[in-house]
Structure formats: C-alpha cells, structure tokens
C-alpha cells in the first residue's frame, strides 16, 4: 500500500512542451521505444506464460461469453456481414419514417452471405439473429428487375397485422444489440442493472457516462451538465462513502460539456466550461466518490490537461482522491503526460486516478494528420507498438507511487499479465483493471487470484449511444482484433497471448502501408504541410511571421505585359516539361518557406481567417508540385503511339503561345498560383491578372515565381480592374484564357473572345454554383450540422464550392434545424488575423451591401430563421443567416456571402426535387448526408454536378485527389487539380515519320 504524496511547492508545468512531441517520428519513437524495454528477458517469457494460460483459462469457463463477444468472434468487423450490422445498428434505430427504415434494412443486409454464419456461434442469442438475418436477406436478395423499392417489397413480401415483419425483427435485433453495449437507458436502470451483475461476479464496480455526441448547442451542453449531475446524486447516494476506489463513479466527456471544446477556443473554454466541470467534481466530492475526465481527440489533450491541472488545484477539492482522468496509449507522448501528471499529484499532495487506455480515435487522428498535412501522426500506426507503449507507461505508472491511482483498462489478456507482474515487481498491489460493458468477462473471471475491475458503462438511450459507440468500434476494428480471437477456439492461444515486443521486434518501424503524412502521394510529389492552430508555438509563429515577403511592384501596362510575354514563348515551350516542372517544385518549396507570411497578409488583405490562409496555401504548393508532376508525365518529350512497320508516330504537347490568367480575391493566392502554374507548366508565357482587391498577395507570389528560377519575361503581372481585364482578353495576340469568377464575367470573357478574328481559342472557366445539400432520415443530426456549418459559413461563404441551399426532410428538420440555429450561436466572428476567428469580413462594402439587398428581400419573401448580430463589429462585417424558403423557385442565382436556404423535401421525391435545381443550370458541387448508397445514387443521378461529397463537407477539395470544377453556368471544365486540366492549356502535335523511305525499319529487320 503506497501513502499519497506530499504536497511541496514546484514551478509551473509546462503543458505545452507535450506539443513538441505530438508529431515525433515515429521510426525514432519505436527505437526509443525498444531501448527502454518496459520487460526484461525473464519478465517476457513470464507473462507470455501466464498470458497463454489465462486464454486456456477464460475458454475452460462455462459461462465465458457475453452477446457482444458471441457477436465479434462471429462476425468480427472485416467482413460483409460484420460491417452491416453495424452499420445498421449506427443508423436504424433514429430513422423515424418506415418507408426509409425498409430501405436501409434491405440495402445493408442484401450485401451479406449469412448463411455462413447459421448455427456456428456458440450462443443461441446470436445463432437466432443470423436466422433472422438469413430469411431477411432471402426476402430483399431478389433479382434486380423484381426488386422496385426495397420499401414495396418488404412489405409485400412480409406485412404481417400491419407491420412488416423484417423491420420489427431488424428493430429488436438492434435494441438487442444495443442491450450489449449499453448498461441502461438511465442512471437508476443501469445502478441496478449493475448491482445484479455485481452479485453475479460480473463485476466489482462501474464507471458510468452519459455518452453520446458531443455538444452542438449551448442547450445541448446544459441538458448534459443536468444528466451528469443527476448520475453524481444516484451514484453517490448509492455508494454510502465508501470512497472513490471502492465504490461506482463516474465519467464525463467534456466535450459534451461546451459546443467549442476545442483549442482555438482555450479562453472561452476555461471561462464557460471550467465552472461547469467544477461543479460537477465539488458536487462527486461531496459524496467522494471518482470522477474521470474522458480521453478525447488528440488535438485537445493540452487544453485539457491546463483545465486539469487547475480543477487539481482547486482549494474545494483539496484532499478528494476521486478526481481522475483517461489517458491514451496510442499517443506517442503519453508517456512524457505522465511525467507530468506526477508531478502535478505530488504538487498537489492528492492522489491522482489515472486511467490507461488504448485509444477509441485512431482511424480519425491518421485522417485528420493526412488532411490537415502535419509532418507525422499523433499516433502510433502499429497495433504492436501501441501495445508495447502501453506496457511502457504502466510501469511508469507504478513508478510513480503514491502519485498516482493506475486503472488500466484493457482486454488483453498479455497486457494483464505484464500489468500484474509489473505491480508485483513494484511492491504495488493498489490499482485496478477495467474493462468495457459487454466485453472481457471471461478474462478476468480466469484469473488466479481476483483483482478488482471497473466496468466502464455507457448509459442512455440507444438511439442515441449507438452511432457514437459503434464508430468508435469500427475506427479501431483492428485493437479489437484480440476481442474478436479471444474465445475462439480455432485460434491458437499462443497467437492470442503473442508477446508484442517480439512483433515490434521484428519489424521496429511505422507501418509500411500507412505513409506519414508528408508522403500521402507517394513518389510522385511530396504533400504540403500546414501549422496546426492547436498548438501554441504554431498560433504565435502566424501572429509574428518572423519572414518577410518581397510586395515591390512588379505590375506592367498590357501592352507591354503581351509583347514581353510573347516574346519569351518559344524558349519557354523548348525547355520541356521536366525543366520547367523543375521550377514549378522550386515554387512549391518557396512557398512552404514562405507560410507564415503568406498566411498573414491573406487575412489582412483579403479578410480570411488564419486557417483559411493555411490551407490556401497548402493548395498553392499543392498546385505546383502536382503540375510539375503532370509536365513531367505529359510534356517531358514525345509520346510514342502505335505503328506499322516502317513508320514511327508520336504525339507530342506544347504551349499555345501566351496565356491569360484572370483570378478571384476570395482565393487570391491559391487559384492565383494554381492557374499561373498550370499555365507555365504546359509551355506558355503567362500574363496574370488578379482581383483588384487583393493585388499585394498576387505581387508577392509572382515574386516568389521569379525567386525560384522563372525567367521574369515568362510570367507578367497586369493590375487593375475589369476594364484592364477586358483589354486583355480583347487582344489578339492571346492564346488562350483562364479565368475563376462570377458567371456573369465569364459570359462576358466567352463573348469577347468569340466577337475576335483570328484563331479561335480557348476558355478554361470556373465560375458559382448554385449548390446544394441533399439530408435524408438515415443521416446523423450532428454530422450534418458540423458540415453545413463549414460548408455553408466558413470563409464567410465566400468560396464557390460554398453551400446555398440545404435539402431537409420533413420527418426530421425540425430538430435538424434546431441543432444548426443553436450551433451558430458558438461561432466567433472577427479579426480574421486571431487564430481563434471562425469568420472574418465580407471582401468589400459593394458586395456586403448586395448580401444586405438579398436578405431584405428574404424577410418580405421568404422566413428569417436566423441572423448573427455582427453590429457592433462594424465595417463590412455581415451576420451569417439562415432563410426557410417557401419554395425553390424563390431563389435563382447564387448569393455569394454566408447565407444558407433551407428547402424541406420528401426524399421519396428526390428525382422531381432534384430537378427543380438542376433546372436552374448550374453544376459545381453538390452534397449528400445518407447512410444509404440508394440515396446518393439517386441525388447524382437527379442533380449534375462536378463535384459530389457524400457524408461531408463540400469545401476544401484537395488537388489531385478531388479535382475541382463544374458545367453549365458553372463552368467549361477540365477541373483544376485534376489529370485532364493541363492539356487544355497545350496544343496537341501528331508526328508520323515513314522510315522506311530511308531503307527500311530496322527493328523490324533485327526481328
């Protein structure tokens, strides 16, 4: 038994050195890993022993397994079968109409081959529901051409006393399934519930949570604030002070706590959170029992850890041994986190609880990492090194003594059997393990000499809980690989009970399948990377950029701007493609030089907040080094094509002479350097004009452009305003004409170049879009109102890929729309230079006061639901709206700014519905929330578009992965970023050369 701390005063713990180690690499955090082996030679062989006898153990046991692990060892979460059910169980039990249930049933369980599955479990729970599931799939399995609506078919088929028969089954199963996952629908039921499974020998104590999404809406945080406190009471009027380590406590997701939990929103955080968290940790000591703060996204963990260390050090806390929080293994700096934690126990004389976790965030921490360009992931990409790392800082746990209260918080069965040697060898015998409800019974009722367990038990509804336990399973399908092998006895136990650092030793680097980062793409270009605002060091380095940008004028008048240009033509195009991709990569790399710069004159300039300007420059580079990679692949030299013998033909690409390159202000420096790039890239000289809003960022990256080897005559900067731009395109000496903008200059631009004698040439356009947002009843609120939020109102709505209508069903807008009208009251709008802005200014007073005119008209026309008050910010600031229209035929044209329009539909109707905006002409992006590929199948189909986002946003497409553009009044296409844009830009040479005019085709003769 080891005696708490002693209090003695220490300096301030810097949380924010934790950032430092966030992204280390990962080869170099393995071999570190390796060098400090948490177990010696004897030690492994121990718990490999040990570990391969608790697995022949927990499969001796006549009751060994629950619903939850029958479920996995069947099915697991690899296969058809595995994924459908899950997949339905996130989404069958919210959708509220019997027409769209119908549809999802049949569509996730058509898929699977069921009968496999009949009768092989060894629980009858499990063997009834694959019955059901087989005779369901035998009913919607049909031939396509019986099949009509899944809806119709269902119920014809198997309508018993009104109610389809398949629905009811598919319902119970997963309020079956949701019984494993879930403890009870409230506090007292799962106090009872537990009770008896105590008595059972099920469990020693419970850790229950209030889970769910996250908060969306202040409202949405109070009625979990109320949940919590209401389970504090029950808890601890049913523990009978027993203290925290012996009795049921509780654990809190702060995130549901505040609808910005989030780093860029600390100040905030710590004002209105921080008394929230409070009373609920005065009100657990109070009873004295645990209260944990749940581990959450890996971005958090700093801000969390400052909200911690000041809830430790309250004064009304002193003493309370119950304050805890989860910590997770499968971050590569968890174990300097300790380091901490123990020196904030020993500051504040208290034990700490701390829970040991895996991680239930992985599959999105190595999305996010990719996405966002970071130089690594937070995470761990091999299970072996996370299960190593894990071993690592349980020891360091134990070492820490009194310090600390360690709950490790697992179900595998060799990381039990390290834990409990490692406590052994620390003369420690004060921690205990926990386990997940429904999963590892049967591996702690194998175990020799009992311990105490924890069980961690969700509580609430199961509408509710199972979208969000259900992700979090199938995010790490592979950490619950162990689960799925456990009880399986066609498994060895040897492989079950494998020693991790014999894997890792093996192979001690990252996973060779999952490339950090900043080789996404491979070999072919190096992906950009970005400042990540959750870190303090990278907000300072945006408010001070330490580098200053060239802004010297280097604009020309037009005629000069062609003549010089024209010029420079031909020995531009005679360079080749893999020379001027050469300097195309130079370009990419001034720019990544040049971030910090380029990111704070984009917000003083153009109005965009900070991480705007991040990715906007990112797409920048990105546009560089993905043309240079396309001139090296199209124009690096003649393309050979078949022939017959004796005779040669080849194919060759160059520059049409000199190009015009008009740009947008609100992307002015990545559609600026996206056109100019692409433009040079295929052998032009280039002539650019950009916004007369923005000509300062322009002139810095034409300066760039010459600091990285252009050739100063190649590339001509022109500034000015229209007038300017239509002198350009008027002149005949152009070759060809990119332009991003309105529909309405680009008809314009199309009308004066075809009103030109001479050579006809081209217009590569990309202009607005009138772009919607389809929801049906399957779709999960919180996603789409995180979506549309950034979708609708990030950069002010000042993009072209910006949302402007959202489709809502009938059956569920309401509640929809009161999730979104809630969540824009968190929104920050301001000073787009503060990294904690979410919306900065309208570009100019002309185009504000056009957003003004619109939502005048819409309050006489249409509803109002929603208007941001931004009077007080003044200047050509705007408050983003939201409008209920009556029809779709009162909104013709895009409204380029944050306002969204709300249509309700029936998406029964989506083919007349999407018609209607179809009809109005445009096609640039197009969104859909569904759980059914049905459905989105049927909004493509019914709406064209040049770009389809399923299950997302509709902004911020990635070049080269999502090539961007659209048709009709939405553009002509090629899209940008994508393998069909740099040809537009060349002219296309056919070269056929009989050789055997010169004595015949020797390669034929060498036959």
Known sequence: MQSAPTPHPSAAIDWDQLDALKYVDEDAAVAALLADAPLDAAGRASVAAEARNLVVRARGLKRRKGVMESFLEEFGLSNAEGLALMCLAEALLRVPDEQTADKLIAEKISTGQWAEHLGKSDHWLVNAGTFGLMMTGHVVNLPQELKGEASEVVGKLTKRMGEPVVRAGAMQAMRILGEQFVLGRNINAAL???????????????????????????????????????????????????????????????????????????????????????????????????????????????????????????????????????????????????????????????????????????????????????????????????????????????????????????????????????????????????????????????????????????????????????????????????????????????????????????????????????????????????????????????????????????????????????????????????????????????????????????????????????????????????????????????IALPSPAGETDHLELHGRGVFVCISPWNFPLAIFTGQLAAALAAGNAVIAKPAEQTPRIAEAAVNLFYEAGLPRDVLQLVQGDGKVGGELVGDPRIAGVAFTGSTEVARIINRTLAAKDGPIVPLIAETGGLNGMFIDTTALKEQVVDDVIASAFQSAGQRCSSLRVLFLPNDTADGILETLLGAMDTLVIGDPADPFTDIGPIIDAEAKANLDKHIAKMRTEAKVLKQLDVSKLGGNFFGPAVIELKSLDQIDKEVFGPILHVVRYDPSDIANVGAKLAAKGYGLTLGVHSRLESFADDVKKAVPAGNVYVNRTIVGAVVGVQPFGGSGLSGTGPKAGGPFYLPRFAEERAISVNIAAQGGDPHLLNL
């Open 192 to 638: 009872k519930r537990g009770a008896s499974m105590v008595r059972a020998g099920g469990a020693t104590r419970y850790s229950f949570d209030m889970l769910g999404e996250g908060a969306r809406t202040n409202e949405d945080a109070v009625r979990y604030l109320a949940a919590y406190a209401n389970a504090i009471d029950a808890v601890g009027e049913d523990a009978r002070n027993k203290g925290p380590h012996a009795s049921n406590g509780i654990s809190v997701k702060l995130s549901a706590l505040h609808p910005r939990y989030e780093t860029r929103q600390e100040e905030r955080v710590m004002h209105e959170l921080y008394p929230r968290v409070l009373q609920l940790a005065e009100q657990a000591k109070k009873y004295n029992i645990g209260l944990t703060m749940d581990a959450e996204e890996a971005d958090r963990l700093v801000m969390s850890m400052h909200l911690f260390e000041r809830l430790a050090l309250e004064p009304s806390l002193k003493g309370w041994e119950g304050l805890g929080l989860a910590i997770q293994a499968y971050q590569k700096r968890t174990r300097a986190l300790i380091e901490f934690l123990t020196q904030l126990a020993r500051k504040r004389g208290t034990t700490i609880q701390t829970r040991l976790v895996k991680g239930a965030y992985w599959d999105g921490e190595v999305k996010r990492a990719q996405i966002q360009g970071r130089v690594d992931f937070p995470v761990w990409t091999t299970k072996a090194a996370t299960d190593v790392h894990y071993l690592a800082c349980a020891r360091d746990l134990f070492r820490a003594g009194g310090a600390i209260f360690p709950q490790f918080a697992t179900h595998n069965a060799h990381t039990v059997a390290a834990v409990r040697r490692m406590g052994a060898s620390a003369g420690r015998d004060q921690f205990e393990f926990q386990r997940l409800h429904g999963m590892g019974e049967a591996l702690y009722a194998a175990l020799e000499h009992p311990v105490p367990v924890r069980v961690y038990a969700p509580v609430g509804g199961h509408e509710d809980l199972l979208p969000y336990l259900v992700r979090r399973l199938l995010e790490n399908g592979a950490n619950t690989s162990f689960v799925h092998s456990f009880l399986d006895d066609d498994v060895s136990p040897d492989v079950v009970a494998a020693d991790p650092m014999a894997t890792l030793e093996a192979n001690p680097h990252r996973h060779r399948r999952l490339p950090p980062p900043p080789q996404l793409f491979g070999a072919s270009r190096k992906n950009s990377t970005g400042r990540d605002l959750s870190v303090e060091a990278d907000r300072e380095a945006l408010r001070k950029p330490k580098q200053k940008l060239s802004e010297s004028g280097t604009s020309v008048a037009v005629d000069v701007a062609v003549t010089t240009a024209l010029k420079a033509h031909k020995e531009w195009d005679a360079r080749g493609g893999a020379e001027r991709g050469a300097i195309l990569r130079a370009m990419a790399d001034a720019l990544q030089a040049n971030h910090d710069p380029l990111c704070a004159l984009i917000a003083r300039e153009a109005g965009r907040s900070l991480q705007d300007g991040i990715d906007e420059v990112r797409e920048a580079i990105d546009f560089c080094r993905y043309y240079a990679a396309e001139a090296e692949r199209l124009l690096a030299g003649p």
